[in-house]
C-alpha cells in the first residue's frame, strides 16, 4: 500500500514538472509567433490592400489605358492582382484572403514553422502531464478544475493541430491560441490547483468519462469559433473603413491585411460552431443520464444543469438565426460570442460562485 502511494505521489510530481515544462515551451512558441508578425514582410499586404482600392478605380478611370495594355497583352486584358483565392460568400464584399501572418515572406515564414513545430513539442509534453496525472489518481484527469483546465488546453491545442493537419488555413490562430493556453495553465497552476486525490462515490461512473470529455472537446471547438468571431469583428470593422474611403493605420492595415477575408472567417466560426452543437447536445444529455444513475433524477434544476442548458439555448438560438432568419455579420457573431461566454460562465462562475451538487470536487 504504502509502495503504490509512493508510486502515485511520483507520479503526481512528474505531471507537475510536466506541466511547468510545456508551459515553457509554449512561452518560446509564443516569441516565435510573435516574431512571424513582426518580421514577416508587409510589402505583400500592401500590394493586396493596394490592388483591391486602386484596380477597379484605375480601370474605370483610364478606358485607353486599358485598351492599351490589352493591345500590349496580345489582345488579352490581363487584371494584375495577386494570385490569392477569394472565398466570400454571396452578397458580400469580394475580398481576397490575406496571405497569412508572415506576409507572404520566407523568413516570416520560417518563424512561424518553428513556432508550430513548439507548439507541438508543448503540446506533447502537456499530453504526457495530463496522462501522468490520470496514472496518479487511476481515475480520469478532469475530476477538478485544475485537472479541467490543464486538459482543455491539450485538446484546444489539439483541435487548432487537427486543423493544420487537414491543410485549413488556420495559421492565424496560433497567437491568439498559444497566449490563451499559457493563460489558462498559468491559471490552473496558481490559482486552481489541486493535490492529487480520489473523488466522492457519485463521480465513481463511466459517464465521468464520456460525459465531462466531451463537455471538454466542445468547449475546445466552442473556443476556437469565438476567437475566429472576434478576429471576424475586427477585420469587417477594418473592410467597413476600406469600403467608406477611410485610411485605417499602419499597424492596423499590417495585421489586418494578413488575416483570412471577413466572410471566410465568419463562415468558418459559423461551421464551427454548427459542428459541435450536436455534440453539446449529446453533453447534456450525458449529464441528465449520469444524475438519474447517482442522484435518482435527470434533471433538478441545479446551477450547472441549468448554465448548461442556457448555453444550449444561446448556440441554438445562434444556429436558428444564421439558418432562418439570415442573420449574419456582426448580429450573428455578437449572438456566438455571448453563447460562448454562457460557456465560459457554466464552468468558472458557477464552479467558483454558486453552490450546488456539482461543487464536491471543489476547485
Known amino acids: 500500500m504504502n509502495l503504490a502511494a509512493a508510486a502515485n505521489e511520483s507520479l503526481a510530481h512528474t505531471s507537475n514538472v510536466l506541466i511547468y515544462s510545456s508551459m515553457a515551451v509554449y512561452m ?3 516569441f516565435a509567433h510573435i516574431a512571424e508578425w513582426l518580421l514577416g514582410s508587409r510589402s505583400k499586404t500592401a500590394r493586396t490592400a493596394a490592388a483591391l482600392t486602386a484596380a477597379p478605380r484605375s480601370a474605370a478611370a483610364s478606358p485607353a489605358k486599358a485598351e492599351t495594355e490589352k493591345e500590349r497583352k496580345g489582345g488579352t486584358a490581363v487584371l494584375e492582382r495577386p494570385k490569392i483565392i477569394t472565398r466570400s460568400a454571396p452578397g458580400t464584399r469580394d475580398i481576397p484572403d490575406g496571405p497569412g501572418a508572415a506576409g507572404g515572406d520566407e523568413q516570416g515564414d520560417l ?3 518553428i513556432a508550430i513545430s513548439l507548439t507541438v513539442l508543448a503540446w506533447a509534453i502537456e499530453a504526457a502531464g495530463v496522462v ?3 496514472l496518479s489518481v487511476e481515475r480520469a484527469p478532469w475530476g477538478n478544475m485544475y485537472e479541467f483546465n490543464i486538459t482543455f488546453s491539450t485538446v484546444a491545442v489539439s483541435v487548432y493541430l487537427a486543423f493544420l493537419l487537414m491543410k485549413k488555413n488556420v495559421r492565424w490562430l496560433g497567437l491568439p491560441l498559444v497566449t490563451t493556453v499559457l493563460l489558462d ?4 497552476v496558481t490559482v486552481l490547483y ?9 463521480l465513481h461512473s463511466y459517464w465521468l468519462w464520456i460525459h465531462v470529455s466531451t463537455a471538454i472537446f466542445c468547449g475546445a471547438v466552442f473556443y476556437v469559433g469565438a476567437a475566429a468571431t472576434v478576429l471576424y ?3 469587417e470593422r477594418y473592410e467597413s473603413k476600406l469600403a467608406a474611403g477611410l485610411k485605417p493605420g499602419a499597424f492596423a492595415t499590417s495585421v489586418m491585411e494578413r488575416l483570412p477575408a471577413s466572410a471566410t472567417l465568419d463562415k468558418f466560426g459559423y461551421r464551427v460552431n ?15 443520464i449520469w444524475a438519474g444513475d447517482a442522484w435518482g433524477r435527470y434533471w433538478g434544476w441545479d446551477p450547472k444543469e441549468v448554465w ?11 444556429l436558428h438565426a444564421r439558418a432562418t432568419a439570415g442573420w449574419k455579420g456582426r448580429k450573428a457573431a455578437y449572438l456566438a460570442l455571448i453563447a460562448f461566454g454562457c460557456w465560459l460562465f457554466n464552468y468558472y462562475g458557477v464552479n467558483i460562485f454558486v453552490t450546488g451538487k456539482h461543487s464536491y470536487a471543489g476547485v
Open 274 to 288: 454548427a459542428a459541435v452543437f450536436p455534440l453539446w447536445t449529446f453533453t447534456i444529455i450525458a449529464g441528465a
Open 28 to 30: 518560446l512558441a509564443f
Open 132 to 134: 501522468a496525472r490520470a
Open 308 to 318: 448548461s442548458f442556457i448555453t444550449w439555448v444561446a448556440y441554438a438560438a445562434y
Open 233 to 235: 469583428l475586427f477585420r
Open 185 to 188: 495553465l498559468g491559471l490552473a
Open 111 to 113: 518563424y512561424g514553422r
Open 194 to 202: 489541486t493535490d492529487s486525490d480520489q473523488l466522492v462515490p457519485a
